[in-house]
């Protein structure tokens, strides 16, 4: 069957209705893959359809983006390829630095590691608040002018600085956090991005792993892996956290599926211009989470997950308290 395809917002990309988010192959879930597996992981997304690859200067830093310049070098004008700016040399702890001169350095380096002449999708990671948003917006529009950018992205802002960037240079998509254990972006955000024309681009679609049912309170992290330092990945939390994963599994039981693509087909159920980015590192995966686009969820579906959605209370913050305190609001 051929993937489907969905159109970020008004005047954003068209792309596959499920991407590929690349980080995990380098960077944050312990020992980055091996280069030739995550090479073929990469090309056999765009043999199955895939035509939507996120990256960013801060995965490694650099070694995401030089991955996916190589993997994706003899299909460049089949496939989207969204990367990021603004934090200082490319490394989160360091803090954002979202100044007119690093996004210019920073993508003029991207051109390169990606081995592309333009960038499709350039996102701002997290809002940087010394700088103003205007500014920013300013900055990305000047180098779509020149050739070097299409499309301009946000991560992670809130409702104020959406209004204020697009005022400058229309958005094409939004990336945040969304999935049937992280809703709050249906309060405000989705309804902003609507009227707008904006897409958007979940990240962490499947919990970071806990909506595929394999991580249960049992399970150990590598220190290496950021989910160690997560509260919501505290073991209590997590025992806490597994009556989502039962609905899950009863669910996907009933629909002959996964819980993850269950997971997923209910993020694209929520609109037509969501596009989820699961990242995984094994092909078996990749191929099932694709998959989850031939999953149809109805109205009575929809209803029940709603439903039984809100006697479970999620416990636990997605972040530590220093990766808390960059999310726009």
């Known amino acids: 069957m051929a ?10 990309p068209e792309v596959s209705a499920v991407g590929l988010g690349c980080m995990g192959l380098t960077f944050a879930y312990g020992p980055a893959t091996n280069k ?21 200067e801060a995965y490694g830093p650099y070694d995401n983006e030089e991955l996916l310049g190589e993997a994706l070098a003899p299909f460049r004008n089949e496939v989207v390829i969204a990367t990021k700016f603004g934090f200082r040399e490319g490394k989160p702890p360091l803090g954002t630095d979202s100044r007119p001169s690093t996004i210019r350095a920073v993508a003029e ?30 900055t990305v529009k000047d180098l779509i002018g020149e050739g070097k950018v299409r499309h301009f992205g946000l991560s992670e802002a809130g409702v104020q ?61 590598e220190t290496t892996d950021f989910r160690s330092s997560v509260p919501r990945f505290s073991a209590e939390n997590r025992r806490a956290n597994q009556a989502l994963v039962y609905l899950l599994a009863t669910i996907s039981k009933r629909m002959n599926a996964t819980s993850a693509q269950i997971a997923l087909a209910w993020l694209m159920a929520q609109k037509p211009w969501i596009v989820p980015i699961p990242g995984t ?10 998959a989850s686009t031939e999953i149809v ?3 009575d579906d929809l209803k029940e997950i709603n439903a039984a959605l809100s006697a479970i209370d999620i416990q636990g913050a997605r972040y530590a308290e220093q990766a808390q305190k960059m999310i726009d609001r």
């Open 36 to 56: 030739t597996d995550a090479i073929n992981l990469i090309r056999k997304a765009v043999e199955l359809g895939v035509t939507f690859f996120d990256t960013a």
């Open 297 to 299: 969820l109805g109205p």
């Open 161 to 221: 600085t959406i209004r204020r960037a697009h005022a400058v240079q229309p958005v094409s998509a939004l990336q945040s956090e969304y999935s049937l254990w992280w809703r709050e972006p249906e309060q405000e955000i989705l309804p902003t991005l609507e009227e707008l024309g904006i897409g958007f681009v979940p990240f962490s679609p499947l919990g970071r792993g806990f909506l595929t049912g394999k991580i249960d309170e049992h399970t150990t992290f």
């Open 109 to 138: 380096a991207a051109l390169k590691r990606l081995k592309t002449e333009t960038i499709d999708l350039l996102y701002q990671h997290r809002v940087d608040p010394n700088v103003p948003i205007e500014d920013v917006a300013g």
């Open 281 to 290: 590192t094994r092909q078996s995966r990749l191929a099932e989470n694709i």
């Open 3 to 12: 993937m489907q395809k969905r159109k970020l917002g008004k005047n954003g």
